[in-house]
């Protein structure tokens, strides 16, 4: 399923330690109705039960746009990242949002750090409905730690993410 998103070097799904990709498509919704709440961290603690503690940096936020950096916990894990790609859902165009981020956890020389790369694609379909992609590629000590957990706590938080970012949409338009 990996599309073809403009993966930084290194951050390839075929070359990560850990790589997990859910969609969702939702006949009743569009890419502008979705986008917001995506964009907007002020909401993620409120749909989104694996994150917490948002933070950004130089007086920025709660919306994201290209270069934002924001630190934030998720599955327990402190993440300081920061927007790479930003571009809204335009007319035949998709929604892509990615941020690189970073946990940095000490001990010894190589640390046990993750490197990450999360893409979103938010995209109107063709006869209606909207598409919502999300991929993640994994890298570092911590990551192979997270692949081999069972159940795969990455799999379970992407689908929630997913399906809960389209159910905020839907209530927000109306229809839930």
């Known amino acids: 399923m990996p599309r073809d998103f403009p993966w930084p070097e290194g951050h390839d799904p075929e070359s990560s330690v850990n790589f997990v990709a859910e969609e969702l498509d939702v ?60 571009r809204p859902p335009s007319a035949g165009e998709p929604g892509l949002l990615a941020w690189h981020g970073r946990v940095d956890e000490g001990g010894d020389e190589e640390g046990r750090g993750l490197d990450l790369y999360h893409i979103w694609m938010i995209e109107d379909l063709p006869g209606g409905g909207v598409r919502i992609l999300t991929q993640e590629t994994q890298q570092g000590a911590l990551a192979r730690e997270i692949a081999a957990a069972n159940p795969s706590p990455m799999l379970y938080s992407h689908q929630d993410w997913v399906k809960s970012l389209a159910t905020t949409a839907l209530r927000a338009a109306g229809q839930g």
């Open 27 to 86: 006949p009743s919704l569009s890419a502008a109705a979705v986008w917001p709440h995506l964009v907007d961290t002020s909401e993620w603690e409120r749909y989104y039960g694996y994150m917490s503690d948002i933070v950004f940096q130089d007086g920025a936020g709660p919306e994201l746009g290209l270069g934002a950096r924001f630190c934030l916990n998720t599955l327990t894990f402190p993440v300081q990242a920061e927007v790479r790609e930003f």
